[in-house]
């Protein structure tokens, strides 16, 4: 039985000192060579995985996510620690350019320079409430900060404390044991905790991942701070998908069926749930109306959440320009979907209050007499995680939609679902605001570690007191820029 005992709020002076032994560690766990960082992240992901027996029964009993959903997050969670250990080892992540002393150079004599990127120093991180393993305490952002070289607090997300507090510790030893500084990673909690922490002094940078009014308000301290600092921000989407006329035609009823799928995924509590369909206003959509008032209720992740959804599923539900299609409710079970209709014309004229996110199982479908009206719609979103567009080869709109959505989102999908989010080198879960507070990286993937390094350049410094990675020889054996070429390592 999970014990139910509330874990107090961190205290101003506790915090002080956890940030405080943050700050002092930073030096030397930045300093470290990447491969014994590397290998650090590596044990955590090997403790990890030997502590599933205990971890997956209390994020099941605070989430209430099914086993396998936890079980699954659990190992995407400890495949993103591996995977930042091979970016460490790889090297190319530090971005060394050496330019070396150059008499002769076009604007005239260049002193040597070399540039790499460094830590920015502590990281705080807020986890999500719908993700306990992969963007919560031991997630994304914990991964991708540790790999760079900054001590990571973790500021407990209220819905799943335990969770957190456990990871934590398994987290905590496994990194001491494989021999990082003390005080590189630890958990704090309250809401007033997570407010002081960013405006603490020795804090570097922020990660967030949650809703919109949540993660503004934090920017906006991270911002009012005497010394401003990065706040990294994924907030809100309705991930739109676009249906051309020549694909519903093609395969419709395929489509109607990923639509259904993707947007009722675990009970519609994805960042990346397609929250507004667009097809032709002829389309027939009695099957997934008849799909989608048999699928089962899901439970929704706490009461926060449950009355978060209620809230906005009744704003769309009362709109004079919405019809209801299917009225999902509340049940000793959890939620029903919730499958709502409009038409371009009036997403047109109401789109600030149409085309806000709603996190739960509700959706919009919005009919189109013309094509354009798609480019139009797209021409009034706000940023989004993703957009996706449901088209066959060569149709000259889809040509045209590409272009606008690539404007406005991260992720552009074709003939796809948006939900699963592929942690990969290649893969960018951002977005122009508010679907993140940086249009400029990633939440998910390799390049996520770009979010809490800095370059710094030093100029005609001696070789004994240059760091490793932009001596003379490349003694770290990294990928590097010599004079405008590529080096690549040596090794085999």
Known sequence: MLERTAIPDTTEAELDHVLTAAAAAAPAFGALRPGERAAMLRAAADALDAAAGELVPIAQAESRLPEARCRGELGRTTFQLRLFADVLDEGGYLEVTVDTA????????????????????????????????????????????????????????????????????????????????????????????????????????????GSIPGGRALHDLAASRPHPIPFYGEMGSVNPVFVTRAAAAARGAEILGGYLDSFTLGAGQFCTKP???????????????????????APLLNARVAAGHAARQGELVDHPATEVLVLGAAGETGWTPTLLRTDAEALLAHHEALLEECFGPTSLVVGYSDEEQLVAVAGTLQGQLTATVHAEPAEPVAARLLPVLTERAGRVLWNGWPTGVSVTHAMTHGGPYPATTSVLHTSVGTTAIRRFLRPVSYQSVPQELLPEAVRDGNPLDLPRRVNGRLETPRRG
């Open 275 to 297: 929250g507004v369909l667009l097809v032709p206003e002829d389309t027939p959509l009695d099957d997934l109306v008849a799909n989608a008032a048999g699928r089962a209720a």
């Open 102 to 209: 150059d008499p002769d150079w076009g604007m005239g004599p260049r002193p040597d320079v070399r540039r790499m990127l460094v830590p920015l120093g502590p990281v705080v991180v807020f986890g999500a409430s719908n993700f306990p393993f992969a963007f919560s305490t031991a997630g994304g952002d914990t991964a991708s900060a540790l790999a760079a070289g900054c001590p990571v607090v973790v500021k407990a997300h209220p819905g799943h404390p335990r969770l957190a507090e456990r990871t934590g510790a398994v987290l905590t030893r496994a990194l001491r044991d494989a021999g990082a500084p003390d005080g590189v990673f630890a958990v704090v909690y309250g809401e007033e905790t997570g407010r002081r922490a960013v405006l603490h002094p020795r804090t570097a940078a922020v990660g967030f991942t």
